[in-house]
């Protein structure tokens, strides 16, 4: 492991064309940056961690500018960044967006993409669903909730039970989630998810609740929007998910029905149109029974969906990302095999049911991963597993949709999970 991230450092840079400076190290900096070197673009990362996932594959030693060490909710940080920027841009959306507000606002010519008024709507998921609802596109029925257990009961009353109440920011991995039965669940509910009268009100957290989807299938487009709002969408893939954490994605999506793959295109594109400012972002959705298509959330970034993009695609997310808020020409989303799934390598995982069975390290995991033909491995150089931790992932190609089930077998079966 050491020596594939000791190779890795070796990159040199040739020329600059430009420094783009993006906050966020965590795996989706990290594949970031392997394009951005192939195309001579400087990154300096800002992330609490020194060597976050992203700063061990861009060495500052070949740079001009250290890698930043601090959180990007501290104002200061932020500040520092944008001060040393051409164009600031996110992995996570849980930044300072004020801080942003006012680097755009300052003398220097900086510029940030997606646009901070887009990040500051899609970081509250409340506020993005006002956003998306008074544009009328299609999500699931939803009312904000206060932090008191009258609240919690009242939204079941009129959203009915089962619902998802869910954290306003700061959310993911469901990590935000509780899913509310009953009446009885309302302090457990407000506790889960740091909102009880223990914590303190400032700390409190803030909430909103959703009316349960009852969902065939869940997928997901990533779209790329251009800074001259040109808008292009990657194909519609099956995201699905164990314990609220994606677990695994088959692209490209295989409906009977055509019109799905064009509703849900059409649904995200639409979506993404309505916001500000250039770069890559994540469209998950919900598939009903009748083919209906609901916008479950947001991601102003790239997105976990669309890891497979790397392999499968002729310009992967990351690239389009990079090329997006560069303004460079975007390069064609079609993917160029006929069938990909990507499945993430998590830590061990939470759920009861699956603790009984010995679960394989990622070690073994990656074993056998090597041994499949089509199968590239991806690791994220992260120091320490915790349970549903994203430790890495595999994106296996092939000539159609058989092959490639046939080629992940290998992993479910070491994982103890069925096919799906
Ligand atoms: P991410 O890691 O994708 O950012 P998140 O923490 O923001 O996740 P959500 O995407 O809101 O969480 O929800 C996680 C999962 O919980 C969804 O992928 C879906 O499986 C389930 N879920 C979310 N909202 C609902 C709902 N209203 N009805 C039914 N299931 C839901
Ligand atoms: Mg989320
Ligand atoms: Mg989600």
Redesign the pocket.
């Known amino acids: 492991m050491r020596l594939l991230t000791l190779s890795l450092l070796l990159r040199i840079c040739i020329a600059k064309i430009s420094l783009l400076f993006t906050s966020g190290g965590g795996q989706l900096g990290r594949m970031l940056a392997y394009p951005a070197s192939l195309l001579n673009i400087d990154l300096v990362i800002l992330d609490p961690l020194p060597n976050a996932p992203a700063k061990q594959l861009v060495n500052p030693l070949h740079s001009s500018v250290n890698h930043l060490d601090g959180p990007f909710s501290d104002s200061d940080y932020v500040t520092k960044l944008a001060s040393m920027a051409d164009v600031l841009t996110v992995e996570i959306e849980h930044i300072n967006v004020d801080a942003l507000d006012a680097a755009q606002a300052s003398s220097k010519a900086i510029e940030v993409h997606p646009a901070p008024s887009t990040l500051r709507t899609i970081q509250d998921k409340y506020i993005q669903k006002e956003w998306l609802k008074a544009r009328s596109i299609s999500i699931a029925p939803f009312c904000s909730v206060e932090a008191s257990e009258q609240a919690v009961r009242d939204a079941g009353k009129s959203l009915g039970y089962p619902y998802m109440l869910k954290s306003r920011t700061l959310a993911y991995d469901?990590r935000g989630n509780y899913v509310v039965r009953s009446d009885a669940d309302a302090a457990a509910a407000l506790k889960a998810l740091g909102a009880g009268p223990e914590v303190d009100e400032k700390s409190r957290r803030k909430l909103y609740a959703e009316k349960w989807v009852p969902f065939e299938k869940e997928i997901a487009v990533m779209v790329v929007r251009g800074k001259n709002g040109e808008v292009r969408s990657y194909p519609v893939v099956e995201t699905i998910h164990r314990d609220s954490i994606c677990h695994l994605v088959y692209a490209p999506l295989r409906v009977r029905d055509p019109k799905i793959i064009a509703a849900a295109k059409q649904t995200a594109e639409r979506a993404i149109a309505t916001f500000e400012g250039a770069g890559v972002f994540g469209v998950?959705m919900f598939l009903l029974a009748d083919g209906a298509i609901l916008i479950?959330?947001i991601a102003p970034r790239p997105h976990n969906s669309g890891h497979y993009t790397i392999e499968a695609c002729e310009s992967s997310q990351y690239e389009n990302h990079l090329r997006a808020v560069l303004g460079l020409p975007l390069g064609s989303t079609e993917m160029k095999v006929q069938s990909a799934v990507m499945l993430n390598f998590l830590g061990p995982p939470t759920s009861t049911s699956l603790l009984s069975r010995s679960q394989p390290s990622i070690d073994e995991l990656v074993k056998t991963a090597l041994n499949i033909p089509g199968c590239t491995v991806h690791l994220y150089g992260k120091a320490e597993s915790r349970p549903g931790r994203k430790m890495g992932h595999v994106t296996i190609v092939g000539a159609s949709d058989a092959e490639v089930r046939t080629r992940l077998r290998p992993l479910l079966l070491q994982l103890g999970v069925d096919a799906q």
Do not use: K
């Open positions: 469901g998950e479950n959330e």
